[in-house]
T-cell receptor, first 111, second 115 residues
Framework: DAKTTQPTSMDCAEGRAANLPCNHS???????VYWYRQIHSQGPQYIIH???NNETNEMASLIITEDRKSSTLILPHATLRDTAVYYC????????????FGTGTRLQVFP | GAVVSQHPSWVICKSGTSVKIECRSL??????MFWYRQFPKQSLMLMAT?????????EQGVEKDKFLINHASLTLSTLTVTSAHPEDSSFYIC???????????FGPGTRLTVL
């Protein structure tokens, strides 16, 4: 599976949009981009995933560049409860179920 | 939907004893379950993958005789840490998926402390 690169940490003001970038320049055509987050001392929570089209659900939006070498997770109105470590993972369904977690981005939402 | 539970949420045991952790998918049938370990300030490390009714596949460096995994049904997997030692103290997290192409959903984790 392709590797991902994320900033170590980011800050965001409460109520503003949080834009979390992820670089996956070696991604192959059949690899999906998954986002999870982990709030302190809890198990990871699934957020969203996509292949090449932009995706939106009740939690977030996922914007994938046309060349698929990078993506951005958008939390439209961040709250204090969104403070967490966010993981961007690429994965090939049907080939392997494995999720390989990197170090992620620690998002701190402040009042 | 897609809720995964773990029991217990925390456990303290003496060195040399064995500890069993349960992972259940509450509202779906999980063909595949995964066990991860997370040390403080580190990311999750996959320990093993288990498919219902078959032997688990362990990641390199994970001792299969020390970390016994049983996936006897489509809703339950157990991880037994045998002869636990203080270095086994960690946060153990399971996840489950309906099938090979499906999203993994995680349990809340079990914090193990070995004295």
């Amino acid at each position: 599976d392709a590797k991902t690169t994320q900033p170590t940490s980011m800050d965001c003001a409460e109520g503003r949009a949080a834009n979390l970038p992820c670089n996956h320049s070696t991604i192959s055509g059949n690899e999906y981009v998954y986002w999870y987050r982990q709030i302190h001392s809890q198990g990871p929570q699934y957020i969203i995933h996509g292949l090449k089209n932009n995706e939106t659900n009740e939690m977030a939006s996922l914007i994938i560049t046309e060349d698929r070498k990078s993506s951005t997770l958008i939390l439209p109105h961040a709250t204090l409860r969104d403070t967490a470590v966010y993981y961007c993972i690429v994965r090939v369904p049907y080939n392997t179920d494995k999720l390989i977690f990197g170090t992620g981005t620690r998002l701190q939402v402040f009042p | 939907g897609a809720v995964v539970s773990q029991h217990p949420s925390w456990v303290i045991c003496k060195s040399g004893t064995s500890v069993k952790i349960e992972c259940r998918s509450l509202d779906f049938q999980a063909t595949t379950m995964f066990w991860y370990r997370q040390f403080p300030k580190q990311s999750l490390m996959l320990m093993a993958t288990s498919n219902e009714g078959s032997k688990a596949t362990y990641e390199q460096g994970v001792e299969k005789d020390k970390f016994l995994i049983n996936h006897a049904s489509l809703t339950l997997s157990t991880l037994t840490v045998t002869s636990a030692h203080p270095e086994d103290s960690s946060f153990y997290i399971c996840s489950a998926s309906k099938g090979a192409a499906d999203t993994q959903y995680f349990g809340p984790g079990t914090r193990l402390t070995v004295l």
